[in-house]
């Protein structure tokens, strides 16, 4: 499994990542979720040995990736398709990490077939990649030495439908084999088909985790009037959590027919009220994180959000 605990990652006064803590488990998707700036890809880097905690600690399998001896074998990782070397084709990049990790030949050409690269295209320099290309080389290279353990950021990016249906299922085949998965990405429709667990971070910390049904059972009620900010100040005045959304929707803990009831004893009209099971994962994400958006219009929309906070 990978696990982080309690891992904090300082740039000067800056925390990138403050006090993480969660697990992605064997057998199961863990999708990593947050707004640009919000630690993913620092939790990531410090996972993966690019940098160096300030404080807590990151392991996979047990062990911290520097330990490993041969984390080709036990990880496959891909942080940034782009950053693979341009002058090289697809196919020296993969004999490059075949030689290196002590595997046979044949693994190289098993890897191109499986990302769906021709031998043509494993001619071709890497330069000459278009993005999806570079995602399914660096999907390549991750998985060339068997692990047991992937840990992929934005692996999507660049992919076509077609492409995005393909990663899918092979990621979900890799997890239901017994493999752990732990998924960046801001394809949350994506991260809501394929994840079982999820975990969303913002401003470094984390702001909710647990399995994907849970989350989502337990999102509460959505309620939306003509005077968001007032509903959701008499909902907290009759005792409840309230959050204002940056679409103006406010979300309670109150069940639908007592988040009427307060909407009524205010005088306000209400003009939509359900269960917030229904809403998606977009949904509960951009609630999650209103506070931690960067269109200052979503800003400004979430900042009476900040009265009471809606429970995970």
Known sequence: MIRIDSLTKRYGDLAAV???T???LPGRVTGFLGPNGAGKSTTLRVLTGLAVATSGRATVLGRRYADLPNPGLEVGV??????QHGGRTGRETLVLAQRTMGLAPARVDEM???VGLTRTEGRRRVRDYSLGMRQRLGIATALLGGPRVLVLD???NGLDPAGIRWMRDLLRGFADAGGTVLLSSHLLAEIETIADDIVVIGHGRI???GTKSDLLAGAGTLVRADDGRGLAAALVAAGHQASLGPDGTVLTDADPATA???AFAAGLAVTELRAADGAGLEEMFLQLTA???RDPALARAAAPATTSGVPS
């Open 18 to 20: 403050d006090d993480v």
């Open 22 to 24: 969660f697990t992605a």
């Open 78 to 83: 891909l942080l940034d398709a782009s950053a």
């Open 112 to 114: 191109l077939e499986l």
């Open 154 to 156: 934005e692996p999507a």
């Open 207 to 209: 702001v909710a985790s």
């Open 260 to 262: 009427g009831r307060a």
């Open 291 to 293: 506070d931690d958006q």
